[in-house]
């Protein structure tokens, strides 16, 4: 199958396109003229440069492509508090190219931002069903693209599916690791860790295998899947940083070991059922980046 890409080049949409090139389909990737390709050139069979809110560059990108995975943002809209530019490019621009790309598959790269306000019927295991209540304009932008999903699935039946990551981490070709680079970094000085709280975090090649297999799989049509791996406090975070680093410092225990809210993987494990890492890794695979965090650093 041509698959249509775009982020082809950031952290998410690398892995993407290693996944989908190993799954034997050609893949179009959409790329700015600034983007570095090397580290994807190797699986993508064509480039297009432009960005997804860009008509004039959706024909050589769709062309005949049987898939689409949205996986772009225009980034500095949100950094620049640009509300102008982030409702042009990422919410309209989305929309439009959804309307556009139709009648092939379309997987949208969500986010688990799209939830925020935990409804007490649910008792504290939150699956696919719960109500999008996000609290604050990206996961906002994420909810309302799926709501357009969610029309064109059950106006035309089109295979329409969302994959909602929570934060991501593993190798990273673009050198940010923006959810534990802040950690390591800060072990690595010496001083204490005192951050509160914690996270809910998933390794970047199960992001990808899930969106390889919502692609593929024609059950997954009309779907959400949630993906979580594991939760880790901050603390847990400092803790493998310091033994990836061998550095001793102090660290705040204090926060509770288990979250408020957990998700519930019933839905998401039914997408790769024969890989025994995916939804699996726990805190083990927390450990090892940082250890490879350790060793790139070296």
Known sequence: ????????????????????????????????????????????????????????????????????????????????????????????????????????????????AVHHDMRPRWEGVIDEDHPLRPNHMYGAYKAAVEAHLWAKHYDSNRHTVAIRPCAVYGPDPTGNHLHTMPVFEAVKKGAPYLRQGGGKFIHVDDVARATVAAVERDDASGEAFNLVDCYARYADLARFASEATGTSIEVDESSPAQPENEFDMTNARRLVPDHAEFLNRGHAGLRAHFRDLFDTDA
């Open 1 to 112: 199958m041509r698959i249509a890409l775009t982020g082809a080049t950031g952290f998410i949409g690398s892995a993407i396109a290693r996944h989908l090139h190993e799954r034997g389909h050609l893949v179009t990737a959409l790329v700015r003229e600034s983007s570095n390709r090397a580290h994807v050139e190797p699986f993508v069979d064509r480039f297009v440069v432009g960005d997804h809110a860009d008509h004039t560059a959706w024909p050589a990108l769709l062309e005949g492509a049987e898939g689409i995975v949205h996986n772009s943002l225009d980034v500095r809209s949100f950094r620049d508090d640009d509300m102008q530019t982030h409702l042009r490019s990422n919410l309209v621009g989305s929309i439009e190219f959804l309307l556009a790309t139709a009648p092939a598959r379309f997987v949208f790269i969500s986010t688990m």
